[in-house]
């Protein structure tokens, strides 16, 4: 005779003629995003009832269109594509810098856990490795989209006229929240590495900047030295703010290969958390 922990449904047997469901790859692909669904909606429940990281952040991305939009868009210091106004060219680079430095950061939550005994607990549970972290990647997208709309509102306070398409606006809310699960797990793949929250927070810093910095979230790639458009073009941000500017402002983009791209980038970003998972658990 066999017992179920409390709580836990008993197994379903699979044999032919009893009607019952089968582990088929719909089912289990059902299952796998229910728990997804599930640990984004843990993650939004801390929000709820903590909205002090949402007001602060949103500090910095308002004082780099404050100051730094306004002032270069009067001295017409970096050329843009059609002419249009360098604050509008910048909005969207800031809307996934904002994002970034969200994610980026996400990694240190997971250490808190393992310290508090919550990520043990949770490597113990049915749950995939994988359904873990994308549940907290995408939670911190989801995060990133409020963030998001933060930037939009005081860009268009600011004269930035984006687009009012629905689905280019339901679209920009996508590729917000690839953005931010792709480096969220770059951040979670550091802490499995690094182990500690000093060490992540040192090498988050160190390599924030950089990332902003070798994109094409403030200047055209165009325009930059040579070297530096190699790194560009092997950086997600950049494939992310392509995206944003094309469906926000109507720029020229490559929307399917930023897409491509994304999407490439966040699948290896939650395998290699997955992968080191265990050792940051132990």
């Not at 950049?238 to 491509?260: C, N, Q």
């Amino acid at each position: 005779m066999t017992f179920a922990a409390p709580g836990v449904p008993p197994a379903v047997s699979a044999k032919p003629g009893l009607g019952l469901p089968a582990d088929t790859p719909p089912a289990v692909i059902r299952r796998l995003a229910s728990r997804i669904v599930t640990l984004c909606w843990v993650e939004l429940r801390k929000i709820r009832h903590d909205r002090t990281e949402l007001y602060t952040r949103a500090i910095q991305p308002a004082l780099w269109l404050l100051i730094f939009g306004e002032t270069f868009t009067k001295i017409h210091a970096i050329p843009t594509p059609g002419g249009i106004p360098y604050l509008a060219y910048l909005a969207p680079g800031i809307l996934a810098q904002s994002a970034l430095f969200i994610a980026i950061f996400y990694g240190i939550q997971i250490i808190w856990e393992r310290d508090a005994g919550v990520l043990t607990k949770l490597m113990v549970t049915p749950t995939p490795r994988a359904a873990l972290i994308s549940g907290k990647a995408f939670a911190a997208g989801v995060r990133s989209i409020v963030q998001a709309a933060v930037v939009v509102v005081l860009a268009a306070i600011l004269g930035v006229a984006f687009t009012d398409n629905p689905l280019k606006l339901l679209a920009t809310a996508a590729v917000v929240v690839l953005g931010s699960a792709f480096f969220s797990c770059l951040s979670m793949s550091i802490a499995g590495v690094a182990l500690s929250r000093d060490r992540l927070m040192g090498i988050g810093q160190a390599i924030t900047m950089p990332l902003f910095f070798s994109s094409n979230a403030l200047y055209p790639e165009r325009i930059m030295p040579g070297w530096l458009q190699a790194i560009s073009k092997i950086n997600p941000l950049s494939y992310e703010v392509d995206a944003l500017r094309g469906l926000l402002i109507g720029t020229p983009a490559h929307l399917g290969l930023d897409a491509i791209v994304l999407v490439g980038a966040t699948v290896l970003g939650v395998t290699a958390s997955a992968l080191l998972l265990p050792r940051l658990a132990r």
